[in-house]
Each structure stands twice: as structure tokens, then as C-alpha cells.
């Protein structure tokens, strides 16, 4: 790294945290202090507007880098990942984005708690998307630490120690004082970032092969050094049957979890009507499906250009930068240190966009459900905005925390294992809510536990943990579960949980409320 990439870099990053903050600040102003406002933003967006903010908030650091890199190391059983990120999409556009703008009014646990009794269903719904935004946090944060410190030349710990704070700090800043409004112009803002430098680098290495695809895929092939075995299934995944179950273990979490995802639910609340929630959801699909495919050319390029060895030192995390370098001319030339230093700054921008929003999820379901469960019955509503405000600072401490905590540690399972939870305890509630007649309290309250327990207990328990060379603690071995993602074991048993605690329940269940709730969910009568 040489000084002019550093000071490039910086500058850039400079320039977005100016933008982003002068945002805050003018929404800040224009503020009602009302939980419609904080944690919708008043549903005033249009379907395109919320569309491209779903799409900032879902392409994090993790796809634009980490995918890539992915691709770059593993070839086809990389490009696996773009298919189950892009499949999500089709469960969230069919089965809930049109039915959870009518049912619900903020969070997740609202569409639950409109049939069932609220208490216990709110604390356990919200506990649930507390721990998944949590671990997606803290993974943003670690990842920003050692990215953005990496990318800067600094790759002590006292440089990534100041960058995990200084995020944490922003992302408070953002929330607390900005809501949702602030956060989804930040979305927006970052969204057209990223596909303007993935389009502007996916042109370039196209243009390099002569737009030659077959040029492209053999160079990449025969530089990989695992020849035609790198564009064929089972590089990383067909080494063994745990290998195999693996894979299926996350292609179910990813697939399913991205509809239980709390930070893209709450989401549907920022448009006006039902209609306007699903054609956001179309806008968000074409936004993601094409810069996923675009991540395919750029994987595949880094591959061919960049070379396994270089990008294979940082785990593929660096694979784009490098390849932007190479883009450019090399790390000797100016336009390669301009390349290199977009990016930075596009990949710095989509770490400070993404836990903005996770940290504004979490923070909704903290006040609007767990504090909204206890506080007095004619408390003021504005209380609860106050609480919002302070579970954002308190929740962004705790990622500073853990961040700092685990700076040294391979927390990459901790995305999956987000999405594992999102579907073992979120998505088995909210679908029984949605289409079962007799789901009762019980039934959801077990759902939602008998998913997160498990999921957390099995990756406890697994070589992510202890008992492996790359382990969170390699010396310690209490490493009893084969898989490295629990979903393919969890996500049935939220399923079965809520099915055996509805059919154990003395509770009948309120025909007439589900009735409401169902015609509610398909016609939008009554919904706010």
C-alpha cells in the first residue's frame, strides 16, 4: 500500500461520512418525534426509493467482498452462494412482503402479536430478532476493523480497534438521531455507490477478455490451479458427506432466512400501501439479481488476473480491491490507485449503510417490543422513541464490544449463522401467524425458542467453535456437531416446536382474529 492510496482512500471516506452525516443532520431537524417517523420514516418513500434502500441494506460488505472472493478461490461452488442470496428474494416477494405491510405496523413481532396474546409473543419474537441483528452486527464490525484497516495499510490492532469504533460511533449517530428516514437515503446513497463501481468493473474486466466469457472462464480455470475441476461443482463442497450437508445446511438458511431477517422486514413499513411494498420488492430483485451476476465476472476475473495466491492471503476478502488495481495498471500507476481507493471507500460505505440499518431493526425491537411489553399502559408513545434512541447507543456499544472482542477471530460463520437463526425462529412464527387457523400463543412462543435454542446450542457445539485449526478457540475441543451452519437441523425443529405447541395448547383459537388477520393480510383493509 503506498501513501497515495492511503490519502486517496481517506479522503473518499471522508467525503461519504460528510455526505451521510449532513443527511442525519438535515432529517434530524425536520423530525416529529413520532414512532411512525422513527421507525418508518411517516411511510413516505415510493416503491423505487424503498427498493433501492432494501437492495443497500441486503448487498453488504459480505456479497460485494466476500462473494467475490469466493468466487475467485472456489469457482462454481462459490458462485453457489449468488443462487441462494437471489433465490431468498422470490420466498420474500411470494410469501411475506405484500402480507407483512398489512398485518404489521413496525416490526416482525407486530404481525405476530395481531392474533395471539401479546406479552409473551413479543418478548420471545423480539428477543429472537435482537440475537439475529446482534450477530450480524458484530460481524460487520469485525469485518470493518480489519477491512477498512487493511485496505489503509494499518493492520495492527490499535488501527482496527479506532475503525470498529469510529463505525460504531457513526452508526449510533445515524440512528439516533436521524431514524429511519436518515437511514434509508444513506441506503440509497450507498446503493447507487456499489452498482456504479461493481457496473464500472465488471465493463473493465470484460473489456480486458474483449468481452470473451469462454476467454475468461478458461483463463481463470488455468490460473486457479485446480483446472477444469474450478468450474464444476464440488471444489469445497464435495470433499466429504459433512462437506456436502454443509452446503445444503446453508443454502436452506440462506434461502429462508432472508425472509426472518428483522433489518429487511421493517423495511416494508417505509411505503405507504401493500402494492407499494411488493413493487419495491420487484425493484430490490432486479437491483440484487444484477449486481449478483455482476459479482460472477468480477470473481471470475480476480481469478484469472489477480491469481489465487494473492487473494487467498486474506481469505478472498480483498479479492475486488486487488483486482481494481490490477484494472487500473498495476499498484505503480494513477489509475489504478483511483480504482483501488473507490472501492475502498464503496466497501467502507456499504459497512456504515448496512449497520446503520441493523442497528435501527434492533433498536425498533427492543423499545416496540420487549420495552413496549412492560412500560405502563398509558405511557406516552414519544417514551418509546427515547428508549429506541437509547437501545441504539446501548446496541452499538455491545458491537463495539464483541467487535473489538473477536477482532482476531474467522467470525465469517457469524452471517450464516444469522440467517440460520432468522430461519429456525423467525420464519416458522410468521408463516403459522400468516396461514395456519389454529396456531396459538404457545404455538409461537415454542417456534421462536425451539429454533433459537437450538441454533445457537448446535454452533456452540460445531468446528467453529473448537476442535479445528481455524476455530474461534483452536485449543480448546468440545466439538460434538459435525456441520458448520445448523440449519439443515434448526430450521425443521422451529417448525416442529410450533407445530407441538399448538396441538399441546388448551388455548382455542380466535376464529374471528384470524379471520381479520387473513383478510387483512390479502386485501389491506385496516392496515396502517
Same mark, same amino acid.
Given at each position: 500500500?503506498?501513501?497515495?492510496?492511503?490519502?486517496?482512500?481517506?479522503?473518499?471516506?471522508?467525503? *461519504? /461520512? @460528510?455526505?451521510?452525516?449532513? !443527511?442525519?443532520?438535515?432529517?434530524?431537524?425536520?423530525?416529529?418525534?413520532?414512532?411512525?417517523?422513527?421507525?418508518?420514516?411517516?411511510?413516505?418513500?415510493?416503491?423505487?426509493?424503498?427498493?433501492?434502500?432494501?437492495?443497500?441494506?441486503?448487498?453488504?460488505?459480505?456479497?460485494?467482498?466476500?462473494?467475490?472472493?469466493? !468466487?475467485?478461490?472456489?469457482?462454481?461452488?462459490?458462485?453457489?452462494?449468488?443462487?441462494? *442470496?437471489?433465490?431468498? =428474494?422470490?420466498?420474500?416477494? *411470494?410469501?411475506?412482503?405484500?402480507?407483512? $405491510?398489512?398485518?404489521?405496523?413496525?416490526?416482525?413481532?407486530?404481525?405476530?402479536?395481531?392474533?395471539?396474546?401479546?406479552?409473551? /409473543?413479543?418478548?420471545?419474537? %423480539?428477543?429472537?430478532?435482537?440475537?439475529?441483528?446482534?450477530?450480524?452486527?458484530v460481524?460487520?464490525?469485525?469485518?470493518a476493523?480489519?477491512?477498512?484497516?487493511?485496505?489503509?495499510?494499518? &493492520?495492527?490492532?490499535?488501527?482496527?480497534?479506532w475503525?470498529?469504533?469510529?463505525?460504531?460511533?457513526?452508526?449510533?449517530?445515524?440512528?439516533?438521531?436521524?431514524?429511519?428516514?436518515?437511514?434509508t =437515503?444513506?441506503?440509497?446513497?450507498?446503493?447507487?455507490?456499489?452498482?456504479? %463501481?461493481?457496473?464500472?468493473?465488471?465493463?473493465?474486466?470484460?473489456?480486458r477478455?474483449?468481452?470473451?466469457?469462454? $476467454?475468461?472462464?478458461? #483463463?481463470?480455470?488455468?490460473?486457479?490451479?485446480?483446472?477444469?475441476?474450478?468450474?464444476?461443482?464440488?471444489?469445497r463442497? %464435495?470433499?466429504? =458427506?459433512?462437506?456436502?450437508?454443509?452446503?445444503?445446511?446453508?443454502?436452506?438458511?440462506?434461502?429462508?432466512?432472508?425472509?426472518?431477517?428483522?433489518? !429487511?422486514?421493517?423495511r416494508?413499513?417505509?411505503?405507504?400501501?401493500? $402494492?407499494?411494498?411488493?413493487?419495491? &420488492?420487484? =425493484?430490490?430483485?432486479?437491483?440484487?439479481?444484477?449486481?449478483?451476476?455482476?459479482? !460472477?465476472?468480477?470473481?471470475?476475473?480476480? @481469478?484469472?488476473?489477480?491469481?489465487?495466491?494473492?487473494?487467498?492471503?486474506?481469505?478472498?476478502? #480483498?479479492?475486488?480491491?486487488?483486482?481494481?488495481?490490477?484494472?487500473?495498471?498495476? @499498484?505503480?500507476?494513477?489509475?489504478?490507485?483511483?480504482?483501488?481507493?473507490?472501492?475502498?471507500?464503496?466497501?467502507f460505505? #456499504?459497512?456504515?449503510?448496512?449497520?446503520?440499518?441493523?442497528?435501527?431493526?434492533?433498536?425498533?425491537?427492543?423499545?416496540?417490543?420487549?420495552?413496549?411489553t412492560?412500560?405502563r399502559?398509558?405511557?406516552?408513545?414519544?417514551?418509546?422513541?427515547?428508549?429506541?434512541?437509547?437501545?441504539?447507543?446501548?446496541?452499538?456499544?455491545?458491537?463495539?464490544?464483541?467487535?473489538?472482542?473477536? $477482532?482476531?477471530?474467522?467470525?465469517?460463520?457469524?452471517?450464516g449463522?444469522?440467517?440460520?437463526?432468522?430461519?429456525?425462529?423467525?420464519?416458522?412464527?410468521?408463516?403459522?401467524?400468516?396461514?395456519?387457523?389454529?396456531?396459538?400463543?404457545?404455538?409461537?412462543?415454542?417456534?421462536?425458542?425451539?429454533?433459537?435454542?437450538?441454533?445457537?446450542?448446535?454452533?456452540?457445539?460445531?468446528?467453529?467453535v473448537?476442535?479445528?485449526p481455524?476455530?474461534?478457540?483452536?485449543?480448546?475441543?468440545?466439538?460434538?456437531?459435525?456441520?458448520?451452519?445448523?440449519?439443515?437441523?434448526?430450521?425443521?425443529?422451529?417448525?416442529?416446536?410450533?407445530?407441538?405447541?399448538?396441538?399441546?395448547?388448551?388455548?382455542?383459537?380466535?376464529?374471528?382474529?384470524?379471520?381479520? #388477520?387473513?383478510?387483512?393480510?390479502?386485501?389491506?383493509?385496516?392496515?396502517?
Amino acid at each position: 500500500m503506498t501513501g497515495r492510496h492511503e490519502t486517496l482512500a481517506l479522503l473518499l471516506f471522508s467525503a *461519504f /461520512v @460528510a455526505v451521510t452525516l449532513g !443527511i442525519t443532520t438535515w432529517v434530524s431537524r425536520r423530525r416529529h418525534g413520532s414512532p411512525e417517523e422513527f421507525y418508518a420514516g411517516g411511510r413516505l418513500f415510493s416503491p423505487m426509493e424503498n427498493g433501492f434502500a432494501i437492495a443497500g441494506d441486503y448487498m453488504s460488505a459480505a456479497s460485494f467482498l466476500g462473494v467475490t472472493g469466493l !468466487i475467485a478461490l472456489f469457482g462454481y461452488d462459490g458462485l453457489l452462494y449468488v443462487v441462494g *442470496f437471489l433465490v431468498a =428474494w422470490l420466498v420474500v416477494l *411470494f410469501l411475506v412482503a405484500e402480507l407483512v $405491510r398489512n398485518c404489521g405496523r413496525f416490526t416482525l413481532a407486530d404481525v405476530i402479536a395481531a392474533r395471539m396474546s401479546e406479552r409473551p /409473543v413479543r418478548i420471545a419474537v %423480539g428477543t429472537s430478532s435482537v440475537t439475529v441483528s446482534v450477530f450480524y452486527l458484530v460481524a460487520q464490525m469485525v469485518g470493518a476493523g480489519s477491512l477498512v484497516a487493511l485496505l489503509l495499510g494499518r &493492520t495492527g490492532e490499535a488501527a482496527q480497534a479506532w475503525t470498529v469504533i469510529g463505525v460504531g460511533a457513526l452508526m449510533v449517530i445515524y440512528v439516533s438521531l436521524g431514524g429511519m428516514r436518515a437511514t434509508t =437515503w444513506i441506503q440509497i446513497v450507498k446503493a447507487v455507490l456499489l452498482l456504479s %463501481g461493481t457496473v464500472a468493473l465488471t465493463v473493465l474486466v470484460l473489456v480486458r477478455f474483449h468481452g470473451d466469457i469462454d $476467454r475468461l472462464l478458461l #483463463t481463470a480455470a488455468d490460473r486457479s490451479g485446480h483446472g477444469k475441476a474450478f468450474l464444476v461443482p464440488g471444489l469445497r463442497y %464435495g470433499g466429504s =458427506w459433512s462437506a456436502r450437508l454443509d452446503f445444503v445446511s446453508l443454502g436452506l438458511a440462506l434461502v429462508l432466512g432472508t425472509a426472518g431477517l428483522p433489518h !429487511i422486514l421493517s423495511r416494508f413499513y417505509t411505503v405507504p400501501t401493500a $402494492r407499494a411494498a411488493r413493487r419495491s &420488492t420487484v =425493484w430490490s430483485i432486479g437491483l440484487i439479481g444484477s449486481f449478483y451476476l455482476m459479482t !460472477i465476472v468480477l470473481g471470475f476475473g480476480a @481469478a484469472a488476473l489477480v491469481g489465487p495466491d494473492a487473494v487467498r492471503a486474506s481469505n478472498g476478502n #480483498t479479492a475486488v480491491p486487488l483486482l481494481a488495481l490490477d484494472l487500473g495498471g498495476g @499498484a505503480g500507476s494513477t489509475v489504478g490507485t483511483v480504482l483501488f481507493a473507490v472501492v475502498a471507500a464503496v466497501a467502507f460505505a #456499504t459497512i456504515l449503510a448496512v449497520v446503520a440499518g441493523i442497528t435501527l431493526a434492533s433498536s425498533a425491537s427492543v423499545a416496540h417490543d420487549l420495552y413496549a411489553t412492560l412500560r405502563r399502559p398509558h405511557a406516552r408513545q414519544r417514551s418509546e422513541v427515547a428508549v429506541a434512541r437509547v437501545a441504539a447507543v446501548g446496541i452499538g456499544a455491545l458491537a463495539i464490544a464483541l467487535g473489538l472482542l473477536a $477482532r482476531d477471530m474467522n467470525v465469517a460463520f457469524l452471517v450464516g449463522l444469522a440467517f440460520a437463526v432468522a430461519a429456525s425462529a423467525n420464519l416458522p412464527v410468521l408463516l403459522y401467524s400468516l396461514f395456519w387457523r389454529d396456531f396459538t400463543t404457545r404455538g409461537a412462543v415454542w417456534a421462536v425458542y425451539g429454533g433459537l435454542v437450538p441454533a445457537l446450542g448446535l454452533v456452540v457445539l460445531s468446528p467453529v467453535v473448537s476442535g479445528s485449526p481455524g476455530a474461534l478457540f483452536p485449543g480448546a475441543d468440545f466439538q460434538y456437531f459435525p456441520l458448520q451452519n445448523p440449519g439443515i437441523v434448526s430450521i425443521p425443529l422451529g417448525f416442529l416446536a410450533g407445530w407441538l405447541g399448538t396441538v399441546t395448547s388448551d388455548e382455542v383459537p380466535d376464529e374471528a382474529r384470524h379471520a381479520e #388477520t387473513e383478510v387483512r393480510s390479502l386485501t389491506g383493509a385496516g392496515a396502517v
